[in-house]
């Protein structure tokens, strides 16, 4: 008796995922954003803009007289600050898009669950926040760097890539705050305590308005896990000229590690979130 072959009548267990769900997710993100895109963005580089006057200009002119100059290198306070508050306003950014947008589309609106009834990938859903984050935080820092450009503090032509270094320290670590709203069943306060204890003391403490070395040297290891502290650096070595390539790597592997690590991370926990 001849034996039937069915290896090509058998069904596919699953539906066919198209490779460009995460393009579709980040244009669906991208259309939703364009409703309050300027009031965001002005917002954005309001901030930083107001610390660059008040502190730059205004208590700068006091810093640049007084004994503590020295500190800073042979260079002006508002030259010292003026990357840092890039990187800053990039952290702030990611950390606010990764955070209470995201999680609502779990929670409220419960738009992740319906992306992910189509063949997108629960995987794609959160390669599409990564890559709309990304898009923000381009917009944002490149806002903020002609804002310095316009002040005579965006250094020299490797002045732009302070540009890349923000916005490799804000995504790396809003992968971390997406992973923290993919487990999350409730806020119950985990956001504002986020910003209240981890991001406001990462911006004052991390080398952003003073040198580290003014730090007890207790508590500096703290700042050495800042990636912030990485992301300034990254930045302020670019514009002042003062990058060496060693400590350029290290900075930049530093970021590059905590955003791999915490995609992987994310990842997962949308698909334990998003697969019942």
């Known amino acids: 008796m001849a034996t039937l072959d069915h290896s090509h009548t058998r069904p596919s267990s699953s539906p066919s995922v198209p490779s460009g769900g995460r393009l579709m997710v980040w244009e669906y993100l991208l259309r939703c954003w364009r409703r309050y895109a300027i009031p965001s ?30 500190a800073l290198g042979g260079v002006s306070y508002l030259q010292y600050i003026a990357p840092a ?6 952290l702030q950014i990611g ?6 947008p995201a999680y609502s589309r779990f929670k409220w ?11 997108v ?16 935080l381009l917009a944002a820092s490149t806002l903020y760097y002609l804002v310095l450009l316009m002040f005579g503090v965006a250094g020299g032509p490797a002045g732009l890539l302070m540009i890349p270094s923000g916005m490799l320290t804000g995504i790396a670590c809003a992968v971390l705050i997406l992973a923290l709203g993919a487990v999350l069943q409730s806020d119950g306060g985990a956001f504002a305590m986020v910003f209240r204890f981890v991001v406001v003391p990462m911006t ?3 080398g952003s308005f003073f040198p580290i070395t003014q730090l007890p040297l207790a508590v500096r290891w703290l700042v050495w896990i800042s990636p912030l502290w990485h992301g300034n650096e990254l930045a302020r070595g ?13 900075h930049a592997a530093f970021l590059a590690a905590l955003f791999v690590a915490g995609l992987v991370l994310a990842r997962r926990l949308y698909r334990r979130r998003l697969i019942v």
């Open 204 to 206: 004052l403490f991390s």
């Open 41 to 70: 963005l002005a917002e954005a580089i309001g901030t930083p803009l107001l610390y660059l006057l008040a502190l730059g200009l205004g208590l700068g002119s006091l810093v640049d007289a007084g004994p503590q100059s020295a």
């Open 85 to 90: 508050l890039l990187v800053a306003a990039a």
């Open 238 to 250: 670019f514009v002042l000229g003062t990058a060496e390539p060693c400590s350029t790597i290290g």
């Open 109 to 119: 609106s419960r738009v992740f669950w319906g992306v992910t009834a189509t063949p």
């Open 95 to 100: 950390v606010s898009e990764g955070s209470y």
């Open 121 to 136: 990938t629960p995987g794609q859903v959160c390669d599409g926040e990564v890559l709309f984050i990304g898009t923000r």
